[in-house]
């Protein structure tokens, strides 16, 4: 543990009093040498029979029920504890749930699904129909790459995924679509995926070449907007200086570990620049839930560019 740490202690004493079991368990796995298999474990507890993830895995969306934008935070955390076992139980449910077609046109995965509006929820976690609503790539990017990555060659998940990235590669390329910060995110994973998978049907080079340059300009290079909006960080994209995006943000970047420091609040958390006001004793305990995200991840920022100092 990094004791010696003020920003840290403040932090950890944060996710020990508030944490839901997943986060002490990413905590601990991250900082005080825990299990892979203590964060499997209390994320298995969020997937469904159908192999898709709910129960408000992303806490903006309290449904039980499986939809893609809660699969793809699962993906996010079983990148994060480099679960890398296309055998694993959990890697071969969530490949079922995707080549199910469920909440799929046959093109996007739909990033809000009817059922969100039977439980607490964020606004933009509603939806009419289940349907693409803005018809981006966010998460269908990112899923069509976990496909290919884990997928065994030559199944039909592969074929499928195969075929949507390189979809969202031409698309992203030639510029069909207008792209957020969230987005571009998935894109960003999508490229890792195509590396890990050495597929070969797409210009990986180019599609980094781009990356970085929107990434660039999707960064808010006004530091003052920082402390009063929900805007894009450096952190948003990467959290070690060893990323190829570094560079061209480099003094953001360094910036960014000064900002987490200063913004730090009394009890060990930051502030969420979101809210939703129309469920407010859900949002009351989402908020808490986000904030131990957020904690995990400015200590990994600041872990990973030499903040904390030496490990105890």
């Not at 994320?43 to 895995?57: C, I, K, P, R």
């Not at 499986?66 to 793809?72: N, V």
């Not at 966010?138 to 069509?144: G, I, S, V």
Request: net charge negative; proline share 4%.
């Amino acid at each position: 543990m990094y004791r010696t740490n003020k920003t840290y202690k403040k932090a950890a004493e944060f996710i020990y009093r508030n944490a839901r079991p997943l986060d002490l368990a990413r905590w601990q796995y991250h900082f005080e040498n825990g299990s892979q298999e203590n964060v499997i474990k209390a994320l298995s507890y969020y997937q469904n029979a159908d192999g898709g993830f709910g129960h408000a895995l992303e806490a903006d969306a309290w449904n039980p029920n499986s939809s893609p934008i809660q699969t793809w935070t699962a993906t996010e955390i079983l990148r994060e504890v480099r679960l890398n076992d296309p055998k694993h139980p959990m890697i071969r449910g969530i490949l079922s749930y995707l080549e199910s077609g469920r909440h799929f046109s046959g093109t996007l995965w739909y990033t809000a699904v009817r059922t969100n509006n039977d439980a607490p929820h964020a606004p933009w976690w509603y939806a009419e129909s289940d349907d693409t609503r803005d018809e981006n790539y966010n998460p269908t990017a990112c899923l069509a790459g976990f496909m290919i990555r884990y997928a065994e060659e030559g199944s039909s998940a592969y074929a499928l995924g195969s075929r949507i990235v390189k979809e969202a590669v031409e698309q992203y390329m030639e510029n069909r679509r207008q792209n957020d910060m969230h987005t571009l995110l998935c894109y960003v994973r999508l490229a890792v995926y195509i590396e890990a998978a050495e597929f070969d049907d797409v210009d990986l080079a180019g599609l980094k070449q781009k990356l970085k340059e929107d990434v660039m300009k999707t960064v808010t290079h006004d530091t003052a907007a920082w402390e009063t909006g929900y805007i894009c960080k450096p952190s948003h994209f990467f959290n070690t200086p060893e990323s190829a995006f570094y560079e061209s943000v480099r003094n953001l970047s360094d910036y960014e570990c000064q900002y987490i420091v200063k913004t730090q609040c009394d009890d060990g958390a930051w502030d969420i620049p979101w809210n939703w006001s129309n469920y407010p004793d859900a949002w009351a305990v989402s908020k808490n839930w986000w904030k131990s995200h957020v904690a995990i991840s400015n200590m990994l920022y600041l872990r990973n560019f030499g903040k904390l100092g030496s490990k105890l």
